[in-house]
């Protein structure tokens, strides 16, 4: 699948938009500054080009994909059957002054409406600078295990 096949999916399946809606966390793996995979969950958007997702640029995941922008994200739901996309791509930084809306929009998915406020200030008025991190995709697989399996 190439880049503009992955964005056609991305954008038009119904099982990836489905789960782009719910409130489900990615996983992002990523190589560490010690050479050894992690994954994490991460608050994240698909704005119709690139996953995006922010961190405060002190955490090691900013540092560890300057070392290697290679990284795999996977969401996925816990129902039967379990339906998920996975994605490999390569993540680029950019530092910016304050909280960027897409985290806080990324954010309100997990947080949820009622928790939202309260969540928004706390985190503006301790976070000054983040890392906003865009995932190009390069690779693209969906299952729902009904007609689409590993």
């Given at each position: 699948?190439?880049?503009?096949?992955?964005?056609?999916?991305?954008?038009?399946?119904?099982?990836?938009?489905?789960?782009?809606?719910?409130?489900?966390?990615?996983?992002?793996?990523?190589?560490?500054?010690?050479?050894?995979?992690?994954?994490?969950?991460?608050?994240?958007?698909?704005?119709?080009?690139?996953?995006?997702?922010?961190?405060?640029?002190?955490?090691?995941?900013?540092?560890?994909?300057?070392?290697?922008?290679?990284?795999?994200?996977?969401?996925?739901?816990?129902?039967?059957?379990?339906?998920?996309?996975?994605?490999?791509?390569?993540?680029?930084?950019?530092?910016?002054?304050?909280?960027?809306?897409?985290?806080?929009?990324?954010?309100?998915?997990?947080?949820?409406?009622?928790?939202?406020?309260?969540?928004?200030?706390?985190?503006?008025?301790?976070i000054?600078?983040?890392?906003?991190?865009?995932?190009t995709?390069?690779?693209?697989?969906v299952?729902?295990?009904?007609?689409?399996?590993?």
């Open positions: 699948m190439n880049y503009k096949e992955i964005v056609e999916t991305m954008n038009a399946d119904q099982t990836v938009k489905e789960l782009l809606a719910a409130p489900i966390p990615a996983r992002h793996a990523y190589i560490g500054r010690n050479r050894a995979p992690r994954a994490i969950p991460v608050s994240y958007l698909w704005n119709g080009q690139a996953f995006v997702f922010a961190s405060p640029v002190t955490w090691a995941k900013v540092d560890a994909l300057r070392l290697n922008p290679q990284v795999a994200l996977t969401v996925d739901e816990t129902t039967f059957p379990p339906r998920s996309f996975m994605a490999r791509g390569t993540a680029s930084i950019k530092i910016v002054t304050g909280v960027p809306q897409d985290y806080v929009d990324a954010s309100r998915r997990i947080v949820g409406d009622d928790l939202m406020p309260g969540w928004e200030a706390e985190v503006r008025s301790k000054h600078e983040m890392a906003l991190i865009t995932i995709p390069t690779w693209l697989k299952i729902d295990f009904e007609t689409r399996f590993p």
